[in-house]
């Protein structure tokens, strides 16, 4: 019933720029905290950024704090990760990550809903 469909992602080189999307199905109406979770080859899925439901808070990982940010466009049904500073390390599979809870939340299991992912590589 939940739909979420993430865009943007590609290859870039260190100190590069990507703006990522994610557009949640038209049949969601007050969807609460949303979020951004990245998975490297043959490591564990981990937490990059969430923000909340009218998206004034927002909060971030130790390693993207300072060069990401993460906003939502409720009109649009929309989520954003703006990606600055990319260094190699960032590459990953990112997914977006949506729940009707309201409070703000950095582990994967307070996530209902997810995106099929997006490539980000970035090279040196």
Do not use: H
Request: positive net charge.
């Amino acid at each position: 019933q939940v739909q979420l469909v993430e865009s943007g992602g590609g290859l870039v080189q260190a100190g590069g720029s990507l703006r990522l999307s994610c557009a949640v199905s038209a049949r969601t109406f007050g969807m609460g905290t949303m979020g951004w979770f990245r998975q490297a080859p043959g490591k564990d899925r981990e937490f990059v950024a969430a923000v909340s439901r009218n998206g004034r808070t927002t909060i971030y990982a130790d390693a993207v704090e300072g060069r990401f940010t993460i906003a939502r466009d409720n009109a649009k049904n929309t989520v954003y990760l703006q990606m600055n500073s990319l260094k190699p390390e960032d590459t990953a599979v990112y997914y977006c990550a949506a729940t009707f809870d309201i409070s703000l939340g950095a582990q994967a299991g307070q996530y209902r809903y997810w995106g099929q992912g997006t490539q980000v590589t970035v090279s040196s």
